[in-house]
């Protein structure tokens, strides 16, 4: 009887979430048709880079081949590499054909307490990109497709934004990430729906920090990249910031088309690097609060994986009352995961797994906690943030 009342709770959060959470399960919020602006603004691209000498040759190249019409370069800042990431990155500007975008590449200064070091390369790479009108902050793992930069600055110039976002196609390539990446966006999304978040005046705000477009005068005016040094979740930070101040900001899913694509070409070939990228970040996600994993943990439970145990607990007792409302919330969570599972070209059976990758993310999440705990924080490259 416990299980059954439990079961009709998850059902009944199920109903919520449907249709009361931003309709974050839907994947059509795209870039706004293309329109033309009267003028193209002048764009620094800024490329925090460290150790990445083995994914550049896959994603360095399409950004030097922007067809832009206004005037543009691309600014990669090496956050003192091991493995040759700058001589990497010049052999592939040298080897680009002519009209490509031009290339500048600088390391910055030892990173000073208090800031992340990807936040701190950004920083200065937007030192280096001077009085331009635009800046795109993009992961090294991204790779462009050609018309992306033009797509981006049109949206923001035509439909008056100052931040611009898209959230990259991650690789869905293996096993695990074929299990996991879909999820990954499918949770963002629930934690921060995108349409509440473009929402002019609504408190939710985020961005994905492999594609951010911002206008230069919004991110002075939100206090500059100092304002987020020490942000663990920068891309999220960084659109608080810029909306706290006035800006308007935009956030949607990357395009399948070949001149359009934001897609991350990092590997990650088994379960283990899928559970650093995702545990590295999710206790800092909670703000470092007990009480909030307390509650996280429960949330997950009754959610995602009270409905499938008493489905397959009603079916097996023979209780059509718990099967039913098992069944129901099952149904309602892979209903709302299947446009997910299709955006990344995947078969409609594989939303109903969704209670299995949810209870892989709920132990991820408790591993960041433990990992917190024991002072090791979010690990990234050789770096633990505390």
């Known amino acids: 009887m416990v299980l059954l009342w439990v079961s009709l709770l998850s059902v009944l959060c199920w109903v919520w979430l449907a249709c009361f959470q931003g309709f974050f399960w839907r994947t059509d919020v795209r870039l706004p048709e293309?329109?033309?602006?009267?003028?193209?603004?002048?764009?620094?691209?800024?490329?925090?880079?460290?150790?990445?000498?083995?994914?550049?040759?896959?994603?360095?190249?399409?950004l030097l081949a922007q067809r832009y019409p206004g005037s543009a370069r691309v600014i990669l800042v090496d956050d003192h590499s091991t493995d040759g990431t700058?001589?990497?990155?010049?052999?592939?500007?040298?080897?680009?054909?002519?009209?490509?975008?031009?290339?500048?590449?600088?390391?910055?200064?030892?990173?000073?307490?208090?800031?992340?070091?990807?936040?701190?390369?950004?920083?200065?790479?937007?030192?280096?990109a001077g009085d331009v009108d635009y800046?795109?902050?993009?992961?090294?793992?991204?790779?462009?497709?050609?018309?992306?930069?033009?797509?981006?600055?049109?949206?923001?110039?035509t439909q008056h934004l100052d931040l611009?976002?898209?959230?990259?196609?991650?690789?869905?390539?293996?096993?695990?990430?074929?299990?996991?990446?879909?999820?990954?966006?499918?949770?963002?999304?629930?934690?921060?729906?995108?349409?509440?978040?473009?929402?002019?005046?609504?408190?939710?705000?985020?961005?994905?920090?492999?594609?951010?477009?911002?206008r230069r005068e919004a991110l002075e005016r939100a206090g500059g990249i100092a304002a987020i040094r020490g942000a663990v979740i920068d891309d999220v930070s960084l659109a608080r910031a810029v909306k706290r101040s006035g800006g308007r900001t935009w956030l949607g899913l990357a395009e399948h088309t070949a001149a359009l694509r934001v897609d991350s070409?990092?590997?990650?070939?088994?379960?283990?690097?899928?559970?650093?990228?995702?545990?590295?970040?999710?206790?800092?996600q909670l703000r470092h609060s007990l009480p909030l994993l307390?509650?996280?943990?429960?949330?997950?439970?009754?959610?995602?994986?009270?409905?499938?145990?008493?489905?397959i607990t009603g079916l097996a007792a023979g209780d059509l009352p718990l099967l039913a409302?098992?069944?129901?919330?099952?149904?309602?969570?892979?209903?709302?995961?299947l446009p997910m599972v299709r955006y990344y070209g995947r078969p409609a059976p594989a939303a109903a797994l969704l209670p299995f990758t949810a209870l892989l993310y709920l132990l991820m999440t408790v591993d960041s906690a433990v990992q917190h705990w024991r002072g090791r924080g979010a690990a990234w490259k050789g770096r633990t943030y505390t």
């Open 135 to 157: 800046l795109l902050l993009t992961d090294a793992d991204i790779a462009h497709g050609p018309e992306t930069l033009a797509a981006l600055v049109a949206a923001a110039e």
């Open 34 to 62: 293309r329109l033309t602006p009267p003028a193209w603004p002048s764009v620094a691209l800024v490329v925090p880079a460290r150790d990445e000498a083995e994914v550049l040759p896959l994603s360095l190249p399409g």
């Open 294 to 311: 307390v509650g996280t943990v429960l949330g997950l439970t009754l959610v995602y994986l009270v409905p499938p145990v008493a489905a």
């Open 325 to 337: 409302a098992g069944a129901a919330g099952w149904a309602l969570m892979a209903g709302t995961y």
């Open 265 to 284: 070409v990092r590997p990650y070939p088994g379960l283990g690097p899928l559970w650093r990228m995702v545990s590295r970040s999710a206790y800092a």
């Open 164 to 214: 611009v976002s898209q959230m990259a196609r991650l690789r869905t390539e293996t096993g695990w990430e074929r299990l996991i990446v879909p999820a990954f966006v499918y949770f963002f999304a629930q934690l921060y729906p995108f349409r509440r978040s473009n929402r002019p005046g609504s408190r939710t705000a985020a961005a994905a920090g492999g594609c951010s477009l911002v």
């Open 86 to 128: 700058a001589r990497v990155a010049r052999e592939l500007s040298a080897g680009t054909a002519t009209g490509a975008l031009p290339l500048t590449v600088s390391t910055p200064p030892p990173l000073p307490p208090g800031w992340t070091g990807k936040l701190w390369a950004v920083r200065h790479g937007v030192e280096l």
